[in-house]
């Protein structure tokens, strides 16, 4: 009986799923329930992340869900402690929804400006350095994923902007009847090569991201609890946090220069001529339709840009509540009043919410579960300097597989209690706080559910359209982990 269900429902299925299905049977939580919930919560986690390891093939939620919604079954949750969780962290799921939708309505702007750079810069050792580095200088400043919400509605329009202008020329070559191959073939060869430059480009802004968001107190979510515990204001955070992180900042930038150099690890790709030319012919007949009307649009625009960056820079309210009003005056000042149009700018953002949403579901089980609490308790049972490089070590490990956030609030919790206890002085809680602020920001660029900015173009609508999967943006992530990880490492144990 089970026999002839399995052949009717898998008989016709791929084989990676047949795979994943065996795999989920075999390694099933249910399975290892009956040997405690510690060993049941780290097959669950592990289930999870083969989840967002085939995010191209099947978008995570569901398996995700599915999990989330087993492990509250299995009692290895509680609804209410996964409340707690999306509680903690709704900043960050109002930032999704608002700031993501509000950028959707600059990107008329945002095409504009970056268009003039891409087309003004000629080098793209020089392009990819500038995308990096205004990536680290943003973050810093501003959210993470904010940055890179901007830079995706860059690349996408561009994407779209070629594809539509050449797969345009190809069908009216097909009704002309020309030499069909040859047409076909160079179109696919450039859009191939213009993938793997977009995917460079994105790979180098996401990377810069963590780079500026590991320095300041703003950068990083869980900055905020680190400063907050240690008790330091924004600047304190800067400097304390300048040994390890300005090192870390100066070598990433290298790095990224010297990648595009080698074309290694899939960077170094130089854009093709052909889609300059129409990235620059649709620039001047933009020039050439340059009314009033889009005039007013891009002044708008500007202000509200200019706004933008001194509520997030004064930190005058949450993110997310900034990034609604951002919708608000954009669509006002641009008489954008229809429902139909504004709705379109939710659906980017939406289903990576419910996406985050299961995450913390998970995150939710190692607190239950106290998976983490056995590694935390044994690193600080070190002594003097090796005990900061044990704490950046091992919080660099776990939030390669976890949310670095709630590595974060873990470790900065047990700190505090052990300064409450007299096992640790202040001094030593601050000092320990670098290393958790550096390990869970730096080799957490390891893994895409490692950082959330790494999460969210994994899970967007741009990452198959370049053709950027889980295990190709590991590997592209990979010089970077090796190398900052060692950096900050070297600077934790020598520097501070």
């Known amino acids: 009986m089970t026999t002839a269900i399995a052949r009717t429902f898998l008989g016709h299925a791929p084989n990676w799923y047949k795979l994943a299905i065996v795999g989920f049977l075999v390694a099933n939580p249910f399975i290892f329930a009956a040997s405690g919930g510690f060993i049941a919560g780290w097959v669950l986690v592990f289930e999870f ?9 099947c ?3 569901a398996p995700g869900g599915l999990l989330a919604i087993e492990a509250v079954v299995m009692g290895m949750t509680t609804p209410e402690e996964v409340y707690s969780q ?6 960050v799921l109002l930032l999704l929804v608002f700031m993501v939708a509000g950028v959707y309505f600059l990107r008329e702007l945002l095409l504009t400006v970056f268009t003039r750079i891409f087309l003004g810069v000629r080098s793209v050792n020089k392009l990819a350095l500038f995308f990096c580095g205004s990536a680290a200088v943003l973050s810093a400043f501003l959210d993470a994923l904010t940055v890179t919400a901007v830079i995706m509605a860059i690349a996408e329009g561009f994407y779209f902007i070629y594809h539509s202008v050449a797969s345009g020329q190809h069908e009216d070559s097909e009704h002309n009847h020309h030499d069909d191959s040859s047409v076909a073939s160079d179109w696919q060869d450039d859009l191939e090569h213009f993938r793997a430059f977009l995917r460079s ?15 300041t107190e703003v950068g990083e979510p869980q900055n905020l609890l680190i400063g907050h515990i240690a008790g330091w204001n924004f600047t304190e955070f800067f400097m304390t946090v300048a040994p390890v992180s300005i090192p870390v900042l100066v070598v990433g930038l290298t790095l990224c220069f010297v990648l595009q150099k ?11 001529e052909s889609v300059k030319t129409v990235l620059r012919e649709r620039d001047e007949r933009k020039r050439s339709e340059f009314d009033a009307a889009r005039r007013v649009r891009l002044i708008a625009q500007t202000i509200v840009v200019g706004l933008l960056v001194l509520a997030l820079a004064f930190h005058v309210a949450e993110v997310g509540l900034i990034g609604l009003a951002l919708i ?12 139909s149009k504004i709705g379109p700018a939710f659906e980017e ?63 900065m919790q047990a700190l505090e209690n052990a300064v ?17 602020n550096t390990g869970t920001n730096i080799p957490s660029v390891a893994t895409p559910n490692g950082q959330a900015a790494f999460l969210f173009l994994l899970t967007s609508a741009l990452a198959p359209l370049i053709r950027l999967s889980y295990l190709r943006m590991m590997w592209m992530a990979l010089p970077y982990t090796v190398v900052l990880s060692l950096t900050g490492l070297l600077c934790v144990r020598f520097l501070l």
């Open 420 to 436: 409450s206890s007299g096992a640790l002085s202040q001094e030593q809680l601050q000092h320990l706080a670098v290393a958790v």
């Open 59 to 61: 978008y995570p939620l």
């Open 262 to 272: 080698l074309g290694w690890f899939g960077y170094g790709v130089s854009i093709p």
């Open 328 to 339: 608000v005056l954009t669509t006002s000042l641009t008489g954008i009043v229809e429902e």
């Open 201 to 215: 480009l994105m790979m180098h802004a996401v990377v810069g991201t963590a780079l500026g968001g590991v320095t």
């Open 49 to 57: 992340l083969f989840t967002l390891a085939l995010a191209l093939r």
């Open 86 to 91: 999306v509680q903690h962290n709704l900043p």
């Open 349 to 411: 953002a939406l289903p990576f919410t419910a996406l985050l949403t299961v995450f913390f579901a998970i995150v939710a089980v190692i607190n239950s579960q106290h998976l983490f609490h056995p590694i935390m308790n044994w690193v600080l049972a070190f002594d003097g300097s090796v005990r900061g490089s044990m704490v950046y070590i091992i919080n660099g490990v776990l939030s390669m597989i976890s949310d670095n956030v709630f590595v974060a609030s873990v470790y």
